[in-house]
């Protein structure tokens, strides 16, 4: 069973054809968790009355957003259109969040092209009403890039706050132990090293990343038919640095469902949102799997695995137009 890959299904119009008939929401439909309060809607992020309608009259104190800024490098957007698109769902973020929230958004550059749109976004936020607070890269382990130029192993996470939210920085060390004596100060009229003065064997984050791996198919977190999936362990960080326990955080473009696990993990509730219904359904699942298995993921596994092996259409399809074969099983051979 674990052994049962889908490809990315946002490109692929036949197969998203074959499995639409297995996802609960259409456009506009929220679907509400009656068992920790999530809210998973269809909805367009840009769109404020929708928007609102997931929010109906809560705030939240932590936004988390991972817009698809590919859109850019592959040429299916102007750098203009991004960021006038972008301009919208920051402003339903602005909207939706209290007083004294923060906001985190994963952002690409396309080295060859002026840093795009990286630079025009930070830019942008200059008059969004949040104030700028820091800027943390996530190392990747895999890379990609020629000889030619330094490899590009670097993934981007902006962040942004209103007012003077809360920063649990306590929650937040990572598993690296702190090996480096040295450091001196005196404290006290004694001279003491950093290991004498820290909280912890550990060190904390800062803001560069060395500590999170990738998702890839090995790991349990990997959502096949998912293209863009983000670390459990990063987007965990943020959940624990940024927000208490029962506060409404939102991901208006939740893909694989990566802030609802988080936040069903750390008790928050989250209100996320995608435009395609398949995410949605996806998202749906990876929450209920996680909470009849304790899996967070399906590993080589997918999220349709139990309708594809009953569905001779789609096996046809995967086998012929992705050499992906769902008939062993059946067949009894391995
Ligand atoms: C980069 S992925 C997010 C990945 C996510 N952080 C995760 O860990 O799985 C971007 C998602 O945004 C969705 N999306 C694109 N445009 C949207 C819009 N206008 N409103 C809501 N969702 C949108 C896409 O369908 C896609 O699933």
Known sequence: MEKYPLPRVDTDAELRKLLIKYCRLTKGEIWRDPISEHRIACIDSTDPKAVKELMNGTESVLAIHDPPYNFIAFDELKEEQFISWSEKWIKNSFNSLALNSSIYIWLGADYKNHFQPFASFIQMMKNSGFE???????????????????????????????????????????????????YYKEVGGEITENTERSRSEFIRPGNVWVDVQQVFYRMEENVNGCFAQKPLKAIERIVNASSNENDIIIDFFAHSGTTLISCEKLKRKCFTADIDPIFCEISIRRLERFRNTGKTGWQNSNPFYEEIIQDNEIKEYLAVKHKINYWKENDGSD
């Open 132 to 182: 700028s607070r820091n800027y943390i890269t996530l190392r990747n382990q895999r890379g990609y890039g020629t000889t030619q130029n330094w490899m590009a192993i670097r993934q981007e996470l902006l962040y942004y706050t209103k007012g003077a939210p809360v920063f649990n920085v306590e929650t937040v060390y990572t598993d690296i132990p702190k090996i480096l004596k040295g």
